[in-house]
């Protein structure tokens, strides 16, 4: 038997190498890997270029560049952790060629990872961005002397930009672009405040191996990205976040994990006729005045409730300064702010919750306020207020808040905005002494812009509408499918500031055009099919 055995063993130990080899071959093209082990060099006739072996198998990583090489080359003496999807291309390097390869050098040292390899005419590279020997300026991956790159469009309204970094680490020297880019951005929208988030990464490897990054690795990201910026001469209103919790991970794309995220915000201009600004008057801290920032000549005013009663209307600042840019004064309830207020948590059951944070008289306290300063000798409002034409308008429980204090004899039209009036006995009724008989106690015309019906105010302003035809008042009934929220965060309040700001023009301006495009037929808002507008004596 013995014999047997050794007889056999020269056919039985190719057979098992290549079950091994077959084993371990690679995995087929499309499969996401990430792994970590040391990187080897290997040099060539003209520009090195990096592998890593995994389970037996070559990868091949990138090429030595510089930093403006969209892949960094990894680096000797540390392990480096590595993200892409296998393809088929041809071998380079001598290795199985990664695309959408992700190169992170783990920060810990470790001196077996110093594999220096020789030319080896077998692994050519032919595609060197820019032949060896001193650049003259030039990077490897700059534009070709002489190429025309078409600009990109301006930059408009908010823009969010993530910054990533290698695993565990904080700014390297791949950022320093990226934070010019950022002052250069934040110039040309005009930002008046930062928000810089950090986050804590973790990752998935092939192996199931979960890493996560040091605890407070996210403070530190976020607050040395804010540190540069404003050494760069970014002084802007800084609101510094992290998320530092226990991170997960899943193997897919996890280097988009490792992060810092910046918010720049450009103060709202409006695109009327006027540049308008915003702020909060020293005497009066409670509200936030929307105004055109040259007073010239009387200008009506607009009283503004938010949803949910909150004290802050910094969600709707796109959407105010849409409507003081035509020629308006807003009174806006909640102190001026550059960042979101936070949103203080309610109970499920309505009727558990605490008294909201605003009250419907704040709405009248504004212009009272208004009133005092424009027939004061000197103030800057002195001969620009126009008290005989003003609008109250809210959102929401702003709406309800708007409607309680319609009756106000001041008051020239009220605008509620995706809301209605609850059915009798309703607690919300009761936190605003309302009854649905509020509706025949208006004097002057009502318009309702709602979202569409799934907008959760929808039920209660039909029911109002329904309420309103039986009666004198003018009124008017607009829908636009963007539901509750609908679009007054976004640049000049999106689509859905049309309606409202039109209204307001008609109302408050006896602006004929602004009539028409809610009274014509079709009306003028109405012409791409998407707002539905029905009238009560408007005809």
């Not at 934070?179 to 930002?191: F, R, T």
């Not at 973790?202 to 890493?211: E, Q, V």
């Not at 035509?326 to 960042?339: C, E, L, T, W």
């Not at 702003?398 to 020239?412: E, F, H, K, L």
């Amino acid at each position: 038997m013995g014999t047997l055995n050794r007889l056999l063993v020269p056919f039985v130990l190719p057979l098992m190498a290549g079950l091994c080899a077959s084993a371990l071959a690679a995995p087929p093209a499309g499969s996401r890997l990430s792994f970590v082990s040391c990187p080897a060099v290997r040099d060539t006739r003209t520009v090195p270029c990096w592998t890593s072996d995994y389970r037996g198998d070559t990868y091949y990583l990138t090429i030595q560049s510089d930093v403006s090489a969209q892949v960094q080359p990894p680096m000797l003496g540390h392990q480096v952790l590595v993200e892409g999807v296998v393809s088929d291309k041809p071998a380079i390097c001598g290795g199985v060629v990664l695309e959408q390869v992700r190169l992170s050098v783990m920060p810990e040292l470790d001196a077996n990872c110093n594999t220096m390899l020789p030319v080896d005419d077998r692994y050519p590279i032919d595609f060197n961005p820019r032949p060896p020997g001193p650049s003259s300026g030039r990077l490897a991956f700059d534009p070709a002397p002489g190429a025309v790159a078409t600009p990109p469009p301006p930059p408009t309204g908010e823009q969010q930009v993530p910054l990533y970094f290698d695993f565990d680490k904080g700014v390297s020297f791949r950022h320093p672009d990226a934070l010019v880019n950022l002052v250069s951005l934040a110039g040309k929208i005009n930002a008046t405040t930062m928000r810089v988030t950090g986050v804590r990464g973790a990752h998935r490897l092939s192996n199931g191996t979960l890493l996560q990054e040091s605890a407070s690795m996210g403070q530190r990201r976020a607050e040395e990205i804010a540190s540069l910026l404003q050494g760069a001469g970014l002084q802007l209103a800084t609101q510094i976040d992290w998320i530092d919790g226990v991170a997960e991970a899943d193997g897919v794309d996890d280097w988009q994990t490792r992060r810092v995220t910046v918010v720049l915000t450009p103060v709202a201009s409006g695109t009327g006729p006027e540049l308008a600004i915003s702020y909060s008057d020293p005497a009066l801290p409670t509200h936030t005045i929307y105004r055109p920032k040259q007073l010239q000549g009387l200008y009506p005013v607009v009283l503004w409730g938010n949803g949910s009663c909150v004290n802050s209307n910094y969600g709707y600042r796109e959407f105010l300064t849409e409507i003081a840019s035509h020629g308006f004064i807003v009174m806006a309830v909640g102190p001026y702010r550059d960042s979101p207020a936070p949103r203080q948590q309610r109970p499920a059951d309505p009727a558990a919750w605490p008294e909201f944070e605003t009250q419907s008289q704040q709405l009248l306290d504004g212009l009272d306020w208004l009133t005092t300063e424009a027939s004061r000798t000197g103030s800057d409002w002195q001969n620009h207020v126009d008290t005989t034409r003003v609008a109250v308008m809210g959102h929401s429980c702003g709406g309800m808040q708007a409607m309680s204090v319609s009756t106000d004899p001041r008051i020239t039209t009220t605008v509620i905005l995706n809301s209605g009036i609850f059915p009798d006995g309703d607690q919300y009724n009761a936190r605003f002494g309302l009854k649905r008989s509020q509706l025949q106690a208006l004097h002057a015309p009502v318009a309702y812009f709602i979202g569409g019906e799934t907008d959760i105010a929808y039920v209660n302003a039909e029911q109002d509408w329904q309420d309103l035809q039986r009666g004198n008042i003018p009124a008017l009934n607009a829908n636009l499918d963007v539901g509750h929220g609908a679009t007054y965060a976004i640049p000049n309040g999106g689509p859905f500031a049309a309606g409202p700001l039109a209204w307001l023009q008609w109302q408050l301006k006896d602006d004929a055009a602004a009539a028409a495009l809610l009274t014509a037929q079709p009306c003028g808002i109405c012409a791409d099919g998407q707002w539905r507008v029905r009238l009560h004596q408007l005809d």
